[in-house]
């Protein structure tokens, strides 16, 4: 075996810095102000967000030259030419780096992201775009660029730990101090400049369409076939059980189902992306059949997927995560249909169309920005002129009481305009200036200038007290507690039931309305007891079929509701309740409870305990 000399491997390093100058100089530029981000003290805030956004701006930089590099080489553009594009490069980056906020904003962090994605599926296929040809080319480029991305990245983590492990050794062994920010910065210098230019040492320059793909990993058909294939059915299965559910009980899906019909999609297409060269191989022709089908199958799934977040967007209007899941719907239902109907269905076209994608969302009145700050703006304005407080576009300015479930809702989207779009967004609705309003109001001690204080400011110029979404209307006059005459000591009577449960016990946090449930066993039945504190029931479930309602009213009434003493002490028959079904008897016995005495006499329970009995009919 031979080892590669030195002289072997800065020509490698120089031929690849010719290669892509640029993308290596913003990389180093990127790991130089990440070093100096970790190096700043914490009275140092006023600069952190400017290296951050230097960051970032080297990142999708080096991104887009590497992008444009794969395009010059592909068309062979003159050195001229080609020197005049990466010098847009910088261009472009210099003016999104002056485009960034000065603080971390949501909407910043996103359009980041968006970009980040779009630019990553741009180098997948830029060097394959308007070319024609079959789809050979493509496929081996992409798998060249992902072992390349596995082997870099590996490369860098077992070369990072060795030296940390050898910083150590020279630190005990030798009593060396060894700084602890030299850990991180080697960090940063081995995964900004090391990992990205041993990744770019060994990127693909080979552009041509072989007829055939000859080297085809065995381990990953072997993956792709006998694991992920074999996955994803049973998890199409799963999810179309859902829907026959849904078509049955008539009951809307839920929010997070969107999440599930999304990672079997992406893990479908990914699955059918790796077997892809395999398709016209004589043992393996099942994999087009699989393909069609999975697009097929894949359509009840989307529509699936539209209702669950059109129903979201019905009652909460249109969010960023929400837009993004009805883009990804459209675009999983586009991809469908052209697999589907295509005569000529090119791969090409996933990275391609989501590349286009991730740009055009990512700003304009149309991006994902535009149309949820339209929308829940939009929301919020009917609240505050339905309450009175906005009038021809601008606050009145005036004090009037506003009902809790209308302060909740206002808050909420207050809060998130200003987390997500910034509190300048709201500017033409007020006669003060923000910036100055925010600038000078007063802050307790410790609190931070944060979005939740910007927002208590907002909403203290509107007239509307900040209400978190759990709170819920005071009107509760006083406590009550109970429990029965000398209930201690004393033997239970058990004549005429089978079974005894000694420890009913629930509890719920003041205010709260929720349902809580115990587990019990009786013989061979088992027990589910549940506690409806908003209807004070107890709701039996002594097997499948049979459901037993304790109502808890009758004691409650019987209990006085303003009382000198702390705990009124009940007589017994004033604290059971005996109730039954035709295949069950049941008796409750309250040894005690308390609870929250509300407007209008209204009693609402915070604890309960005592024993129940039950007989089998």
């Known amino acids: 075996m031979n080892f590669p000399s030195i002289r072997s491997v800065f020509k490698g390093a120089s031929r690849s810095f010719l290669r892509f100058p640029l993308a290596i100089v913003l990389a180093v530029a990127a790991t130089v102000f990440c070093i100096k981000r970790s190096h700043l003290h914490w009275d140092e805030g006023d600069v952190y967000f400017w290296y951050v956004n230097i960051v970032a701006a080297a990142y999708l930089g080096m991104m887009l030259s590497i992008a444009l590099t794969v395009l010059a080489e592909r068309k062979q553009l003159k050195r001229g030419v080609a020197a005049a594009i990466q010098g847009g490069v910088l261009l472009l980056g210099a003016a999104y780096y002056f485009s960034l906020p000065d603080h971390f904003t949501a909407q910043a962090a996103m359009r980041f992201v968006l970009f980040a994605l779009g630019l990553h599926w741009l180098v997948a296929c830029i060097g394959f775009v308007g070319w024609g040809g079959g789809d050979n080319g493509f496929w081996v480029y992409n798998k060249r660029l992902f072992l390349r991305i596995l082997t ?43 990992n990205t230019w041993f990744f770019l040492a060994g990127f693909p320059a080979d552009y041509e369409n072989p007829k055939t793909i000859t ?100 009652s909460y209007g249109i969010t960023e995560q929400r837009y993004f899941v009805l883009v990804l719907a459209c675009w999983l239902l586009f991809v469908a249909l052209y697999f589907l109907l295509s005569k000529r269905k090119s791969i090409r076209l996933i990275p391609l169309s989501l590349c286009v994608l991730a740009f055009v969302v990512s700003f304009g009145p149309w991006g994902a920005a535009g149309v949820s700050l ?89 007239k509307i007290e900040y209400t978190n979404s759990y709170e819920v209307e005071e009107d509760r006059a006083e406590d009550f507690y109970a429990d029965v005459e000398k209930p201690a000591e004393e033997a239970i009577v058990t004549t005429g039931y089978d079974y005894l449960v000694s420890n009913i016990y629930f509890t719920v946090g003041r205010h709260q ?22 209807t004070n029931q107890l709701r039996l479930f002594p097997g499948k079929d049979s459901v037993l309602t304790i109502g808890l009213a009758a004691v409650l009434d019987a209990i006085p509701s303003h009382n000198e003493e702390q705990t009124v002490h009940m007589p017994r028959d004033k604290m059971f309740v005996e109730t039954g079904n035709s295949q069950w008897g049941c008796l409750l016995s309250i040894t005690r409870c308390n609870g929250d005495v509300h407007k209008g006499d209204k009693k609402m329970i915070r604890s309960l305990s005592g024993y129940l009995l039950m007989k089998k009919k």
């Open 152 to 194: 870099s990245g590996l490369y860098t983590v077992v070369l990072y730990l060795g030296l940390v492990i050898a910083l150590s050794a020279i630190e005990h062994l030798f009593t060396i101090q060894v700084p602890n920010d030299l850990y991180s910065d080697l960090w940063f210098v081995l995964g900004g400049v090391f």
């Open 215 to 314: 080297e085809y990993p065995k381990g990953l058909k072997v993956f792709t076939q006998f694991v992920l294939l074999p996955i994803l059915t049973v998890y199409l299965l799963i999810l179309y059980a859902y829907m026959i559910r849904i078509g049955v009980t008539a009951v809307w899906p839920y929010g997070w189902v969107s999440y599930m019909v999304l990672a079997f999609s992406v893990a479908g297409i990914l699955a059918i992306l790796l077997v892809w060269p395999l398709r016209d191989e004589k043992d393996n022709k099942w994999i087009s059949g699989y393909s069609r089908f999975f697009y097929f199958a894949l359509l009840p799934l989307v529509i699936l997927l539209g209702f669950a977040i059109w129903k979201r967007v019905a």
């Open 374 to 462: 339209r929308i829940q703006r939009g929301r919020l304005r009917a609240l505050l002129e339905k309450d009175r407080l906005m009038a021809d576009g601008r606050l009145t300015g005036q004090q009037v009481p506003v009902g809790l479930s209308d302060r909740k809702e206002i808050t909420g989207l207050t809060e998130y305009i200003v987390q997500m779009h910034g509190y300048k967004a709201l500017q033409p609705w007020f006669v003060t200036d923000l910036d100055s309003l925010i600038g000078h109001a007063r802050r307790p001690q410790y609190t931070a200038l944060d979005d939740q204080f910007r927002t208590r400011v907002l909403l203290r110029e509107m």
């Open 513 to 534: 309305v929720n349902i809580d449930s115990s587990h019990y066993q009786l013989g061979k039945y088992a027990l589910l007891v549940r506690m409806d504190t908003a």
